[in-house]
């Protein structure tokens, strides 16, 4: 990246047909969509031309456009997986904050086994499409593994970044928006508005395009839940379930 001619090579690979197309395993991201529809790459190119060319700045600058395009005064950004690169964010970002959102482990698994099977876009998701149970073991496993990763993640970051990291558990959120949304608020250093709880439901779940917060996610997932795969979640995390709800 320190050589003009490798920046020009990639600010013209991400706007190529390409670049586009994603791959067979992996659908592009919508912000690199974003960027391509709505951002100038003349003006892509010279911010990166501009800067230091480091994985920070880059990262910086497609953050910073979006929240230039947005009027925002201040940058952020969502990605789950990013949970994963904590300690790297910190180092870019020392006086950054990190907002991990916890829900119940069985709230996730029903969700994420609706999700996919109306919209299996990806491998191994279209395969296993065809045979229910399958699928559903899939669905099971992926959550088990990435819920215990993130629970351990978050055992680990509190202690690291008692000052910029803070737990939000999914159902209090939505059981009583107003409360803990300011509570982010005051954590963030920015001023609640009622705005805030006006959001528009974009996960493809119960309430897909309507507004405001669904306080009934919270428990919703007990009427969708086999009684064995309860068991099954409760075994592997009725610790963190007693101690973070109260009940296994």
Not at 97 to 104: A, E
Not at 122 to 132: E, R, S
Request: glycine share 4%.
């Amino acid at each position: 990246m320190s050589d003009d001619d490798n920046v020009r090579r990639l600010v013209e690979y991400i706007y190529s047909s390409d670049f586009k197309k994603g791959s067979k395993y992996r659908i592009l991201s919508k912000h690199w969509h974003w960027i391509i529809k709505k951002v100038d790459r003349e003006d892509f190119l010279q911010r990166i031309l501009a800067s230091d060319r480091s994985e920070r700045a880059l990262f910086t600058i497609m953050m910073q456009m979006y929240a230039d395009y947005r009027g925002k005064p201040i940058m952020g950004e969502k990605t789950p997986a990013h949970l994963r690169y904590v300690p790297t964010l910190m180092a870019w970002f020392p006086d950054g904050r990190i907002i991990h959102m916890l829900r119940d482990p069985r709230a996730i698994f029903v969700s994420e086994l609706r999700r996919r099977k109306e919209k299996p876009v990806t491998p191994p998701f279209k395969q296993l499409n065809k045979f229910d149970f399958l699928f559903k073991i899939y669905i099971l496993l992926q959550t088990t593994v990435v819920w215990f990763e993130s629970i351990q993640r978050y055992c680990k970051y509190k202690r690291i970044y008692p000052h910029n990291y803070y737990l939000l558990k999914f159902e209090d959120l939505v059981s009583d928006p107003e409360k803990h949304i300011r509570q982010v608020c005051e954590f963030l250093g920015v001023e609640f508005q009622d705005k805030m709880l006006e959001q528009k439901v974009v996960s493809r779940g119960f309430r897909f395009k309507q507004t405001g917060f669904d306080a009934q996610a919270a428990t919703r997932w007990k009427e969708h839940i086999d009684r064995w795969i309860n068991a099954w979640f409760s075994f592997w995390f009725g610790k963190y379930l007693k101690e973070f709800w109260g009940i296994i």
